[in-house]
C-alpha cells in the first residue's frame, strides 16, 4: 500500500482533533491495545525504574504515553511531525489530567539538540511509515538510525512495533549500534495454511 504524505498524515489527525472534540473520542490505536500493553508488560518485567526518561517516536494522540503515566512512569517525552497529533494528544493529556507528559512537534530525522539522554525509545509505526516514503526511503532509514543513537543514551533500551518489516529485516536495518535482547509475542495469523506474524516487536539495546 502507499505511505500517507505527511500532508494526509496531518488531516488524518486534523479530522481526529475535530472527532475528540466532538465526542471525546482519541481515535486510533496502532497495533491496537495489546500492543501498547505489551510494551508496559516488558518495562515491568525489566523493572526498569518509573523515573527513566521515556521518548515515544511519533506519538500520534499520546495513547501510549497516557498508559505508561497511568503505570507509575514519570519521565515521559512524545514527538510527532504533525502538529495537528500534537495538539491531539495535548487534548487527550488534559482530559486525562496527565500535566507531567511533554509534547513536542520534532521531525525525528533532524531531532533538535535538546532532544537526547533518553533511556528507553519507544516506536510503534513510524519507523514503517518512514521506511514507506517514496522519496528516498533508504537514506531516511539509515537518518533514523543515526537519530536513534543521538537521542538514546549507550545501553538504553529502544522498543520497535513493525508491521512492515520481519525480525530478521529488522536485525539487518538497526545492526549498527545496537544489539536484540528480545523479540515480543505477537499475534499470529494462518493464511493458506502458513502460519505467520503480521506484526513482529522487538528490543533492542544500544551498545
Request: proline share 4%; with cysteine; aromatic share 10%.
Amino acid at each position: 500500500f502507499l505511505p500517507h504524505p505527511i500532508s494526509s498524515w496531518d488531516a488524518a489527525y486534523e479530522r481526529e482533533l475535530q472527532t475528540f472534540q466532538d465526542i471525546g473520542d482519541a481515535g486510533e490505536i496502532w497495533f491496537g491495545e495489546e500492543s501498547m500493553f505489551r510494551i508496559i508488560r516488558w518495562l515491568e518485567k525489566q523493572k526498569v525504574p518509573l523515573d527513566s526518561s521515556v521518548l515515544d517516536i511519533g506519538t500520534g494522540n499520546g495513547v501510549l504515553l497516557i498508559e505508561l503515566a497511568k503505570s507509575g512512569y514519570v519521565n515521559l517525552t512524545g514527538i510527532d511531525y504533525s502538529p495537528s497529533a500534537i495538539q491531539l494528544s495535548e487534548k487527550v493529556r488534559e482530559k486525562e489530567g496527565m500535566s507531567n507528559i511533554k509534547l513536542k512537534v520534532e521531525d525525528f530525522l533532524a531531532p533538535s539538540a535538546e532532544l537526547s539522554g533518553f533511556e528507553i525509545c519507544i516506536d510503534k509505526g513510524t519507523f514503517d511509515a518512514i521506511s514507506l516514503n517514496p522519496d528516498n526511503a533508504v537514506g531516511k532509514r539509515k537518518q533514523y538510525v543515526r537519530s536513534l543513537c543521538s537521542v538514546l543514551n549507550p545501553e538504553g533500551f529502544f522498543l520497535i512495533t513493525s508491521c512492515n518489516w520481519t525480525k530478521e529485516e529488522l536485525l539487518n536495518e538497526f545492526r549498527e549500534g545496537f544489539e536484540i535482547l528480545e523479540e515480543l509475542p505477537t499475534p499470529k495469523f494462518c493464511f493458506g495454511g502458513r502460519i505467520g506474524n503480521s506484526v513482529t516487536a522487538l528490543v533492542f539495546q544500544r551498545k
